[in-house]
């Protein structure tokens, strides 16, 4: 396979840019700016609205999502056109094209529909595939050597990955509720730990407790690969970090109960969510 390491490069940095504006997402919503611009596509009828501190959080979002699509429609066709590349890969570039598109959609209708629940989490949802497709392909042209596991690996891998997708998704559920701030003790919720499943007090609790089955699950995971080292020294490094990230990840979740949600703590947890599915995501790919 022949790719150019400036294409390489620039595909590195679209990742973070994605990256970036899943965290900047998280900002607008925190900030309380996702009808900062009440229009879509424009703001307030303008292409550049005039300076107000919320308005621009979200305008900047928005623009920072136009250079991201236009920068995936751009590198993606250049890895599309090159003979060497393998017509899977290929298939995914077309994915990402199509999710992006959802996304855009998604994205116009999280304004239209006045920050519907489930829009915005099917929006949050929509940017965690689409980066999880942009890490595969990048994984591929950046080279990083895989080494097939056993089955009973891949599978504990796979699972691993889905759990922290779907706490990534409860926790975008509980966003979009306003729902952080309905249990503010902690470890219990109004002195139980289980005071009911309904409700937005539900989806609280629903969250906390699949945090819990994730650390479980993760440290597991991470456990497994260390005492089977000898085997899956690849991914030695990355099952460590992952540990890291997940116990990290617990504490900012406990935080931001205790602290009442500010939105320094809120980015950052939305950081780490990610940290975690793309350190999950590159330990499926070498194992695969």
Not at 31 to 39: E, I
Not at 103 to 130: C, N, P
Not at 222 to 228: H, S
């Amino acid at each position: 396979m022949v790719i150019s390491e400036k294409l390489v490069k620039y595909y590195r940095y679209m990742i973070f840019e994605v990256i970036g504006l899943i965290v900047l997402g998280a900002l607008v919503r925190a900030m309380d700016a996702g009808l900062a611009c009440p229009d879509w596509p424009l703001c307030f009828g303008d292409i550049i609205p005039d300076y107000q501190f919320q308005v621009y959080l979200e305008f900047i979002h928005r623009a920072l999502a136009g250079l991201i699509a236009i920068a995936c429609f751009i590198l993606n066709y250049k890895i599309i056109k090159n003979p060497n590349v393998s017509m899977t890969i290929k298939n995914i570039c077309w994915f990402s094209w199509t999710v992006l598109m959802a996304q855009i959609i998604m994205g116009a209708l999280t304004v239209t529909l006045q920050l519907d629940s489930y829009v915005v989490a099917t929006h949050l949802m929509l940017a965690m595939v689409f980066l999880m497709s942009l890490l595969w392909i990048y994984f591929y042209i950046s080279g990083v050597q895989k080494n097939k596991a056993v089955i009973k690996t891949r599978v504990f891998a796979f699972f691993s990955c889905f759990v922290i997708f779907m706490q990534i998704l409860l926790g975008g559920l509980v966003a979009s509720h306003y729902a952080a701030l309905v249990c503010t003790d902690f470890p219990l919720c109004h002195g139980k730990l289980i005071p009911t499943f309904s409700g937005i007090i539900g989806l609280q609790v629903i969250h906390r407790l699949w945090a819990y089955f994730v650390t479980v699950v993760i440290l597991g995971f991470c456990f497994y690969i260390y005492k089977n080292s000898h085997k899956y020294s690849n991914v030695l490094k990355e099952s460590k970090w992952l540990a890291i990230f997940i116990v990290v990840q617990m504490g900012i979740g406990i935080s931001n109960v205790l602290f009442h949600t500010p939105p320094l703590l809120t980015i950052t947890h939305s950081f780490f969510a990610v940290l975690l599915l793309g350190t999950s995501w590159r330990i499926i790919y070498k194992l695969n």
